[in-house]
């Protein structure tokens, strides 16, 4: 049986600037993000993994080529309905930051929820049982200032599994971790893909994700240079 | 939870919004403050203006005030007077009659505006009788007596006691000739007023004046101004049954609603300024709080937020904040607006010009929900409809762009 694509992209190509300036970051690129993917991006400064996982989520739309999310083609659609999208089908980790800093942790997980226009007292529940999962009981009130780096971005994964999304994209999620935390964050992730079947995608540069990923991809210059499943 | 965290956004940098708070409750408790005390001053003037001669309102025969003539009357008022005071918001209606003539004593003439009261209802309804600097009131048992103005007497030489000539034309077109005995010489302090006015019981001057019962107005008054503006319709209702029509306070003392209107107008102009300098800074700081959080929002559209629900989270912030800053500025004004209001406001040395304006020399403020809502609110109005330049930038806004802001 063929399964679908979640995320199908097609002769993708992003041209930053014009003229002089101009920055060719994606030629070419045609990939296939399969459900249960545990993948990671990876590929040297400025090869273009941002950008790639920028297209694969909605976040920006391609100078030309096709992306397919779920089935529906970016191609054509407005602020709002990329948003909709986003919301519905995509997960976001990013760096750091990433949090709202006058939301509580708890809070945090709520807002995309209401976003998905959950009554509250199943949006309370929900957040506390995805904390509880990540690692976080007990920790639930804490602003993101009152929390570590590494349980910040427990958080923010919490959030971007929150509401079930079709794959969950990560951009150097650990960059700002100790290879503890790092090690721990990984292990999550991993675990939530064996378990729920979550996909992931992960850009990063670092040996110890890499280490679990059960599909490699290697960007250099914009292009897809290797793409191997193990 | 979208206005909850836009709650809370405004208290992210806690001094800029008690900054920005206190402008704004200050901006708003002088508008309150003022404004009260503003129309609170033409409440005094106007009502002062009105109790020395008018009353707040007056019946008078069609085309009387532009063209007074005795020839011009309500015949029988009786009727007329009682229908008036039925009405819960007038306290007196009463009767008079006006004459202009030439008052002489010996050699010298002056002419002068001579009317025909009721002394005891004109009490409650001219100052006149508390005005009075020498001798006494006209009294009930009065008749052939008259109360002059300072400056009338001053002209003609009369004192307490003397007697003037009394000439001019009846009803009948004869000629209306009597003697007089000043009772009392009163100062209203307005020159035209002292300077013209003679008042006689109204009986002796609808004899001497052929009126056979008729008189030329009737003046109302009530305990407040403001309820016989209220009761308007139904008053000019009550003249026209009459064949007669009514004349409002603008009417009455068309320079004193002129001049209020003028003022209103510079001061409004001023209060204007004052709201949308208030605008702009607070305009200025919502819009500096949009740009230093463009990283943030960039985060929010990722999740799924859309431009718009952050666009209106952004609205609500700056009504939130407005709507604080009045609400002190409201209660702040209240406060100072109350406690003049009790104790009053005085102008060292103005006491003389303010006299010519009806104005006492203590002036009150004094609350309306138009006076103490209306500057707060013009605030928060300009704001929310200033609040579209933020939410315009947010509308505008790239997540990938925003994010690496
Ligand atoms: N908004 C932009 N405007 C202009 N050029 C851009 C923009 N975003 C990315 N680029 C350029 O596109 C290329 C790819 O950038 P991208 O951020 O995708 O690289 P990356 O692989 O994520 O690098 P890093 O490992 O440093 O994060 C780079 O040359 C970068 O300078
Ligand atoms: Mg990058």
Request: proline share 5%; glycine share 8%.
């Amino acid at each position: 049986m063929m399964t679908e694509p979640i995320v199908s992209c097609r002769g993708v190509n992003k041209i930053f600037g014009s003229g002089e300036l101009q920055v060719h970051a994606l030629r070419d690129v045609d990939l296939d993000i399969m459900p249960g993917d545990f993948a990671t991006l990876a590929g040297p400064s400025g090869s273009g993994k941002t950008t790639l996982l920028n297209m694969v989520g909605a976040l920006d739309t391609p100078t030309s080529g096709e992306v397919v999310i779920d089935g529906q083609s970016l191609r054509g659609m407005g602020k709002s309905e990329l948003s909709d999208l986003r919301l519905n089908k995509v997960g976001f980790v990013f760096q750091a930051y990433n949090l709202v800093p006058v939301l509580s942790a708890r809070e945090n997980i709520e807002f995309v929820l209401e976003l998905h226009g959950m009554p509250s007292a199943e949006r309370r529940d929900r957040a506390r049982e995805i904390l509880r999962e990540v690692g976080l009981e007990g920790l639930e009130n804490r602003r993101p200032a009152q929390l570590s780096g590494g349980q910040q971005q427990r958080v923010a994964v919490a959030r971007a599994l929150v509401a079930r999304p079709s794959i969950v994209l990560a951009d150097e999620p650990t960059a700002n971790l100790d290879s503890k935390t790092t090690e721990e964050l990984v292990q999550l992730m991993y675990r939530l893909n064996r378990e729920f079947g979550t996909t992931f995608v992960i850009g990063t540069h670092d040996p110890r994700v890499m280490e679990h990923s059960k599909r490699h991809i290697e960007l250099l210059d914009g292009r897809i240079a290797s793409d191997e499943r193990s | 939870m979208i206005a909850s965290l836009a709650w809370r956004n405004i208290w992210r940098q806690p001094t800029r919004t008690a900054l920005s708070l206190t402008g704004m409750a200050f901006a708003s408790m002088l508008l309150v403050f003022m404004l009260s005390f503003q129309f609170g001053s033409y409440d005094s003037m106007k009502a002062n203006i009105l109790r020395i001669i008018d009353g707040f309102g007056q019946v008078q025969p069609p085309g009387y005030k532009d063209d007074p003539e005795i020839t011009k009357v309500i015949r029988d008022p009786s009727g007329l007077i009682a229908e008036l005071e039925s009405l819960p918001q007038v306290t007196t209606a009463s009767a008079r009659a006006n004459g202009y003539v030439l008052l002489a004593n010996g050699e010298r003439s002056f002419a002068a505006a001579v009317a025909g009261v009721d002394p005891v209802k004109e009490v409650r309804i001219t100052r006149i009788a508390s005005l009075i600097k020498q001798g006494r009131p006209l009294r009930a048992d009065d008749d052939a007596a008259i109360v002059l103005g300072e400056a009338l007497a001053r002209n003609l030489r009369l004192k307490v006691g003397d007697r003037v000539t009394l000439l001019g034309t009846a009803m009948d077109g004869s000629v209306a000739a009597d003697v007089l005995k000043v009772v009392g010489i009163f100062r209203t302090g307005i020159t035209e007023i002292d300077r013209q006015i003679a008042h006689m019981p109204l009986d002796r001057f609808r004899e001497t004046f052929v009126m056979d019962g008729a008189v030329n107005e009737v003046a109302i008054i009530g305990r407040d101004l403001r309820d016989i503006i209220n009761a308007e319709p139904r008053l000019r209702a009550i003249a026209a049954r009459h064949d007669a029509v009514y004349l409002n306070w603008g009417q009455l003392q068309p320079a004193v609603k002129q001049a209020i209107t003028l003022d209103m107008t510079t001061a409004s102009l001023m209060y204007g300024t004052l709201v949308i300098v208030v605008v702009f800074i607070i305009l200025n700081t919502l819009y500096m709080s949009v740009l230093e959080r463009t990283r943030e929002f960039g985060v929010l559209l990722a999740v799924g937020m859309k431009p718009g629900q952050i666009g209106r989270m952004v609205w609500m912030e700056i009504i939130f904040l407005s709507l604080v800053g009045t609400g002190i500025g409201i209660v702040l004004g209240m406060g100072l607006a109350w406690y003049f209001g009790r104790v009053g406001v005085t102008f060292e040395g103005m006491q003389q010009i303010f006299s010519q304006w009806g104005l006492p020399p203590r002036i009150y403020p004094r609350m309306t929900p138009f006076r103490v809502l209306a500057g707060p609110s013009a605030i928060i109005l300009l704001i929310a409809i200033a609040g579209i330049i933020p939410y315009r930038r947010v509308l505008g806004l790239e997540p990938v762009k925003a994010m690496n802001a």
